[in-house]
């Protein structure tokens, strides 16, 4: 028998509706009728169950049954900032994080950076988001947010009890990542990479520098490698 199917919602009551978005793909894709069973979640780490009560033209009404912590977020505080990306590399980005185990993703814009990030971009990043949490079986998806400048997305980082810098031009063997941390965060750059300035402004802020090898990795290749050993240093993979 399958896992229930899982849709967000703003709140959650007793009884509640979904509509929207939610709702279509509720009735036209999965054919759900009076009687399925479903979990609804708020994104704050919760799982309810509940059971389609109605299903008319516009909106599907559903009966909460329970409620419970889902297990499957992380408990490290990993926070992934990664340049803006051509095409839909930055979704790739953002889908292989989410279930890796993330926190918040910052996309952001350098000096080398040739994408761009729009309102409609964003809106499609965090929609992304939502879809890799159902699908890795997370109840509350990373928000992706954008930072215009360089500046403005190292800032975000404070306090942050490891902060490391990914850099293709530092020397192989640069830095090293330090496990059983509670909180991380990773900056990687776009396809241009950074410059020694932004660098030198990263350590400044409180970043270590780290080399991902000999190799030069692209862009997304090199977000994934640093985020999956961060994750199975803070415990979060094994």
């Given at each position: ?80 900032l990664v340049g803006a990306l051509k095409g839909d590399k930055t979704e790739l980005v953002v889908q292989k ?142």
């Open positions: 028998m399958s896992a229930p199917k899982r849709f967000f919602v703003d709140t959650v009551s007793e009884e509640v509706e979904l509509s929207g978005e939610e709702f279509r793909h509720a009735k036209n894709v999965l054919r759900l009728a009076e009687g399925s069973e479903i979990l609804l979640l708020d994104g704050s780490g919760k799982e309810y169950p509940a059971v389609v009560a109605r299903v008319e033209k516009s909106r599907m009404l559903v009966h909460v049954a329970g409620e419970r912590v889902c297990d499957k977020e992380p408990l490290a505080d990993v926070f992934l994080a989410v279930e890796l185990g993330v926190k918040k993703i910052g996309v952001f814009s350098s000096r080398y950076c040739a994408a761009y990030m729009n309102e409609n971009k964003l809106e499609r990043l965090n929609r992304v988001s939502r879809e890799a949490a159902k699908q890795c079986l997370r109840a509350a998806p990373p928000e992706v947010v954008y930072f215009e400048n360089f500046g403005a997305a190292i800032a975000s980082a404070e306090g942050y009890e490891h902060k490391l810098f990914a850099c293709e031009f530092l020397p192989s063997g640069t830095g090293g990542i330090v496990g059983g941390g509670r909180s991380y965060a990773l900056v990687v750059g776009s396809e241009g990479g950074f410059t020694e300035e932004e660098y030198q402004r990263a350590r400044a802020a409180g970043f270590a520098g780290v080399s991902l090898g000999k190799r030069i990795l692209r862009a997304e290749t090199a977000a994934i490698a640093l985020l999956s050993v961060v994750m199975y240093l803070a415990g979060e993979l094994k």
